[in-house]
């Protein structure tokens, strides 16, 4: 028996002996560090699932997750209340960790969250993976709900009985005009009270409300037992189309348990927009010892896999918020495997006219990464005739702030408002560039499997003048209605972001 035998073996019996019950699994190499996380419904059985020698022999787990079988020497669990708990364990942890065979889950994408707006004069009701967006401030924020397509299932449900808007209108209470205005299809269907046509008064529809979040925060077992009894009383009558949609309509009501609190911060990324713009900005500048108030920030970051496809980002934050006709994107020309280079060419590149004085630098320059970063930004800053007012760089892990005007980094404490903005600002950049780095990626893989592209000439990128040009007409487009302007430099190779 080999020395990876045994050790298996070990493993397997210490798996058989781990409860059946939900949770998450933590699978550790020799230094104990965390190289993949995953859930299971039974952690005995999914974790002993890997260490039996038919798993190895056949080659079960693929070809990327398969070399971690050498590799692994310990794992840890997680016990939690149930499978949904256990998918906002292993949805956070694989964005701390960044485990290295982790493939789902490892982007920025969030889970969804049920909004009420109770500041509008009559509440709405939305499903949303950003609840903090300014629309709703001041709601009332439910989740995060582990599936999107139950939860629309069963608000769908509880609007034929509670009968709330679901609409985006501006409805006022002091609007004369409403009682003119044609209500949508759902008045008729009986699914909504029309306040945007007057049809009800704001202190019934804020009834029909206060019901509903009462529905949310209880258990609806009046409700689910009524279901029930006719499901039953359905499937009787051999009415089995009904029973069966009876049934799923009662899964999806139950499914709105599988949630979690905002308080738990299972998801800190969606919290960011609960920032106070305004007390984040002016922390900042005290903590920078500035004297005009901060208004515009912009951040560059760096992307690239091993030097290949090597992108630059740079985004724009107004007052707090982001301003997306301002985002533009790079492709790198002078770097391979070196961000100091890269940073140097991408701060050389959007800055020149304001070197030159013909356009206004933003209040505050935020750099991704270290010091060496922020020495490679102001090495490109030196060779322009007027300098930024302020240049920083925020390093990851640590959260040091590096400045221009300072020998030792700022350390400020994790809540600190200042800093929080500037890793959201930060965070938006790396995700910014990492989407340009992944569309490169695959129209690269995908040109290069055409018939005839490998006899092309190429440049110093390594991608053939057509396809790279191709590239820039498909992928760095700027969005519809918002050209890139004409006198921009290298407007070619940036593009504003179409969000939807």
């Not at 689910?224 to 051999?238: I, S, W």
Request: charged share 30%; hydrophobic share 35%.
């Amino acid at each position: 028996m080999t020395e990876r035998d045994r050790k298996s073996s070990e493993l397997l019996a210490k798996a058989r002996s781990l409860p059946r019950a939900p949770g998450v699994y933590l699978m550790k190499d020799q230094r104990g560090v965390i190289v993949y996380v995953g859930k299971a419904l039974a952690l005995c059985d999914r974790v002993s699932s890997y260490f039996i020698p038919s798993t190895r022999r056949s080659g079960a787990l693929g070809l990327k997750k398969q070399p971690m079988l050498d590799i692994i020497d310990d794992f840890d669990i997680i016990e939690c209340e149930g499978e949904w708990e256990a998918l906002l364990t292993e949805n956070r942890l694989i964005k701390d960790i960044k485990p290295r065979f982790n493939a789902r889950l490892s982007d920025d994408k969030t889970f969804p969250y049920l909004v009420i707006t109770l500041r509008d004069d009559y509440p709405g009701v939305f499903i949303s993976r950003d609840p903090n967006h300014p629309e709703f401030r001041g709601a009332r924020v439910f989740g995060p709900f582990t599936s999107v397509h139950a939860l629309r299932e069963a608000i769908q449900l509880l609007q034929r009985v509670f009968r709330f808007r679901t609409c985006h209108l501006d409805i006022r209470e002091d609007d004369q005009k409403r009682r003119f205005f044609r209500p949508c299809l759902l008045y008729p269907i009986r699914q909504c009270t029309a306040p945007c046509a007057d049809r009800i008064s704001k202190e019934d529809y804020r009834a029909d409300i206060a019901r509903f979040i009462r529905c949310l925060e209880s258990k609806r077992s009046v409700m689910l037992r009524e279901m029930r009894q006719e499901m039953k009383q359905m499937a009787a009558e051999l009415n089995f189309e009904r029973a069966a949609s009876l049934r799923d309509q009662i899964k999806a009501l139950e499914r709105l348990e599988e949630r979690g609190s905002a308080r738990d911060r299972w998801q800190p990324e969606t919290e960011i927009s609960t920032i106070d713009s305004r007390k984040g900005l002016e922390s900042l500048r005290k903590t920078l010892e500035l004297e005009e108030p901060i208004r515009c920030m912009e951040a560059i970051d760096i992307a690239h896999l091993q030097g290949g496809e090597t992108v630059g980002s740079k985004v724009c934050f107004v007052d707090g918020r982001p301003f997306k006709n301002e985002y533009r994107r790079y492709r790198i020309q002078t770097a391979g495997n070196d961000d100091y280079m890269a940073i140097r060419e991408v701060v050389s590149r959007r800055y020149r006219d304001a070197g030159e004085g013909q356009e206004l630098y933003p209040d505050v320059i935020l750099i991704d990464g270290g010091l060496g970063q922020l020495h490679a930004a102001m090495q490109a800053f030196e060779e322009l005739s007027v300098k930024p007012p302020m240049v920083i760089s925020l390093a990851k892990k640590e959260e040091l702030i590096y400045t221009q005007a300072r020998k030792e980094p700022i350390r400020l404490s994790r809540n600190h408002l200042g800093l929080r903005l500037c890793q959201t600002i930060r965070d938006e950049a790396h995700r910014f560039a990492q989407h340009y780095h992944h569309l490169l990626r695959r129209k690269k893989t995908v040109t290069d499997k055409l018939p005839g592209r490998g006899s092309r000439p190429r440049n110093a990128s390594g991608a053939s003048p057509d396809s790279r040009t191709v590239a820039l007409r498909i992928h760095d487009a700027p969005s519809a209605g918002k050209p890139v302007p004409p006198d921009r430099p290298d407007a070619s190779d940036t593009a504003g972001e179409s969000i939807s």
